[in-house]
Nanobody, 126 residues
Framework: QVQLAESGGGLVQPGGSLRLSCASS????????MGWFRQAPGKEREFVAA????????YYADSVKGRVTMSRDIAKNTVFLQMNNLKPEDTAVYYC???????????????????WGQGTQVTVSS
């Protein structure tokens, strides 16, 4: 049974940083692409970043490129999302997701991911 558990969210001032973690079980990074999505109140869930199973290539949404870095610790089955220079518009619930790489065509599409965590709240406010 696949389980994803996010942590690290919280309240931060504009310009600050946060590091989100997603601990996974029941899957392997050799075959699963991991993604981060976010959903703000009244808005659709949107892609933030993904890291591909083979090669560990990363992909980022234009809205966060240059401010966000996604990484993984294969030994700990954990992925991370380092977010810097946070803005109020980054406020959202952040979700970790996993998809089976051979079946994925668009890493930025939420419908391509099979497993989801419960989410962690990130609030950027002064």
């Amino acid at each position: 049974q696949v389980q994803l558990a996010e942590s690290g969210g919280g309240l931060v001032q504009p310009g600050g940083s946060l590091r989100l973690s997603c601990a996974s079980s029941g899957l392997t990074f050799n075959t699963h692409t991991m993604g981060w999505f976010r959903q703000a109140p009244g808005k659709e869930r949107e892609f933030v970043a993904a890291i591909r199973s083979s090669g560990g290539y990363t992909y980022y949404a234009d809205s966060v490129k240059g401010r966000v870095t996604m990484s993984r610790d294969i030994a700990k089955n954990t992925v991370f999302l380092q977010m810097n220079n946070l803005k109020p518009e980054d406020t959202a619930v952040y979700y970790c997701a996993a998809g089976i790489t051979p079946f994925m065509r668009d890493f930025g599409s939420a419908s391509e991911y099979n497993y989801w965590g419960q989410g962690t709240q990130v609030t950027v406010s002064s």
